[in-house]
């Protein structure tokens, strides 16, 4: 056993869960390692499992606490070393070169904020017994970590990590359950599983089930009884999506809960706000009759009372509408801006570090084994022996402070422009009314490409100025250079 010394102090928890903000999302940094060794490795037989471990129930406690979660995959894997490697430079991780999910290792701290100690268990190779690394809650404002070399509890002998997230605190317990697991892994890794990259299960004691991609479905607005009388009760339940989707839809189900039509398939209902694409959800009445052919609901007198119920719950579903989607449509930029922050400051790095080749070639390597090439640790040489850093083809017209992006709405002589540059506020402002912003916003990453391209003619602009020529060919230069980073 070794002790090493982490860069970490008092103030490490506040730093965790600024990145963090939900114990799903600390969850979340471990699954993101897993699919970047597996990444790393090349293969195409990923798999990631998360497995929940329950405490045995109590008589006191009928229902089951959550003790331990833990997330394997057959990625890349670790040796000692390079556990070592890990503690002593978290918050410079070698990830740098890669463009991989996780950023600057601080994830691996993200345990604190749901269990009281992390056991990471690794091997490079089937056949070699793991190592085991390990870090305690009670141990971080220390600034100290563990490496086991033979750990009797954890070890294991084949390729991959497993990290043990061990005596989940109280507090997280319910937000780490089954159900919520699966819907926001499947959601938050779709573009993943939708293209195989890896397969990825979920099990508590018993049951191992696959994570299927999720569609988002927005925030919940509305779940509530629809009382009717002497006829019963019916439910609604509504979600508000960040913007307009062509498939979205309200669907109306009967006895048992079958399916029975649209609800703007009514002529009651074919209008705002029963129409608008940015709400789906579904309305259940067990007494609705379908018709002969099935195609429709029965208009008899309790289908009528069923539509003056819901036409009085309109004014309330048209405010919420507005207020979610204001409300969501601002943290979503928010959210990007954070992004698109990240991959300025990141290309800035690497630009300045002179990376962007071996990012090209690590990205270009076509088969594991130039994967692995490129990624094979080296020992740094001698200060005298080190080749100079490659002068840069021209020098880079912006300094290393990124500049503040706001979405704003445009004054009418600029309603037109895409952006333009505040001298004020010395901020970019997106124009966030025009229609390839709208178009873009709707993916993450186009949208996190399309803000970088605008920071790129911005940042230039202020070097250029009106030399309109110099200006293209360093804007195809600048983003031919990024290009790997925007993948």
């Known amino acids: 056993m070794s002790r090493v010394s982490l860069k970490t102090g008092p103030g490490v928890f506040e730093v965790l869960a600024s990145v963090c903000h939900s114990h799903q999302e600390a969850l979340k940094q471990f699954v993101e390692n897993a699919a970047d060794a597996i990444q790393q490795l090349g293969t195409d037989e990923g798999r990631i499992s998360i497995q929940l471990q329950y405490e045995e129930p109590k008589e006191e406690l009928p229902t089951r606490a959550l003790k331990n979660v833990v997330i394997s995959d057959n990625g890349i894997g670790m040796r000692r070393k390079k556990m070592k490697h890990v503690l002593e430079h ?54 100290r970590g563990e490496i086991v070399e033979s750990c009797r509890r954890h070890i294991h002998s084949t390729r991959g990590t497993r990290a043990y997230l061990e005596n989940i605190l109280p507090e997280a317990a319910d ?35 696959p994570v299927p991609p999720q569609r988002y479905r927005g925030i919940k607005a ?89 036409h009085k719950l309109e004014p309330l579903i048209k405010k919420t509408i507005e207020d979610i989607s204001a409300e969501s449509r ?72 990124v ?35 709208m178009l873009s916003q709707r993916e993450d990453t186009r949208c996190v490409r399309y803000l970088f391209s605008i920071w790129v003619k911005e940042s230039l602009l202020q070097e250029y100025g009106a030399d309109a020529e110099r200006l293209a060919d360093e804007m195809v230069g600048m983003l031919a250079e990024a290009e790997p980073l925007l993948w």
């Open 330 to 401: 601002e943290r979503r930029y928010e959210l990007i801006m954070h992004k698109t922050s990240r991959l300025i400051d990141r290309f800035l790095r690497y630009r300045d570090k002179g990376l962007l080749e071996q990012l090209v070639a690590s990205t270009r390597a076509g088969s594991a084994e130039e994967r692995k090439s490129v990624t094979k640790e080296t020992v740094p040489a001698p200060e005298s022996e080190k080749p100079a850093k490659p002068k840069p083809k021209h020098p880079r017209p912006m300094d290393s402070r």
């Open 175 to 209: 937000k780490l359950s089954k159900e919520r697991l699966k819907e926001y892994l499947g959601r938050e890794f779709a573009s993943d599983l939708r293209r195989a990259l890896y397969a990825m299960t979920l099990s508590d004691d018993t049951v191992q089930e």
């Open 90 to 143: 978290i918050g410079d991780s070698e990830k740098v070169q890669f463009a991989l999910q996780g950023e600057k290792g601080i994830g691996l701290l993200a345990f604190s904020l749901i269990a009281e100690e992390l056991h990471l268990a690794s091997s490079p190779k089937d056949g070699v017994a793991s190592s085991c690394l390990v870090i305690k809650r009670s141990w971080l404002k220390k600034g």
């Open 222 to 310: 509305m779940a509530s009884p629809i009382p009717l009388g002497r006829a019963g009760s019916a439910s609604i339940e509504i979600h508000v999506l960040p913007w307009e989707m062509a498939d979205a839809n309200i669907s109306l189900y009967g006895r048992g809960g079958s399916r029975i039509c649209l609800l703007t398939d009514m002529d009651e209902f074919k209008f705002a706000p029963w129409n608008d694409k940015r709400i789906e959800g579904h309305v259940r009445f067990d007494d609705l009759k379908r018709t002969a052919d099935k195609a429709a609901v029965v208009q008899d007198e309790v289908y009528l009372k069923l539509v003056n119920e819901l």
């Open 403 to 437: 500049p503040g992006i706001a979405f704003q709405a445009p004054p009418q002589e600029k309603s037109l422009a895409r952006s333009w540059f505040d001298t004020g506020s010395g901020a970019i402002c997106i124009n966030r009314e025009h229609p390839e912003f």
